[in-house]
């Protein structure tokens, strides 16, 4: 795994990769200034109805397979993490919908809870677009199911992704690692414009949720 890590540290520097980092601070920048309103009634309101913490904190891997703490509003009960940790699939799906909050609902519905990545796209932890992050035990064993899984370490993760506006979670992690390694070489201005276009209308219920493991649970693996 080390050498995996080591290649994916030397990357794949790109001119357009500083452009895409200018645009994902002017976008995150931008739309967490319009949002502190509403994000400050949203923390308020997760406090009154079901207490600390406001925010869910998930250990992620990232570039170069740096670890970093994701942010979302939490959804879930307290302490859901240590009851939902072991599972995946259909299984953390059916047990998260136990987990939620009445709040968490909403939030979810809306994606508004995971609004607080854009923090970590600030911080450099992430991008706007890019492969979604995911839990370290869960990417330790798709690299062993998968080779070339380790290849999506050369960008950073993303808030949302290629594979994300074009499967669902009933697809393979080889089919949507296929549409990462899309993105991650053809990444442009444009297609960067052209993901975060066709993830907007999931925004309103339209497009499929992301893959289970993605960002659909606070537990979740994000792949």
Known sequence: MEELIAHAREGDPRPVDLLLRTLDVAISGSV????????????????????????????????????????????????????????????????????????????????????????????????????????????????REIPQYWQRLVVRPGVTGLAQTRVTREESWANKLAHDMEYIADRSVSLYLHVIVLTLPRLTGHRPEEPTTGAGTDTAGTG
């Open 32 to 143: 967490l200034l319009v949002l502190s309103p509403l994000l400050a009634l949203i923390a308020v309101a997760i406090l009154l109805t079901s207490g600390r913490p406001v925010l869910y904190r998930g250990a992620r891997v990232g570039r170069a397979g740096e670890l970093f703490w994701m942010y979302k509003f939490r959804t879930l009960r307290p302490d859901a993490e240590e009851r939902l940790g072991p599972y995946l699939g259909e299984e953390l799906t059916r047990r998260t919908e136990e987990e939620r909050t009445r709040i968490g609902g909403v939030l979810r519905q809306t994606h508004l809870d995971e609004v607080p990545q854009l923090w970590n796209v600030l911080r450099g932890d992430m991008a706007i677009v890019g492969p979604r992050p995911i839990r370290p035990a869960f990417f330790a064993q798709l690299c």
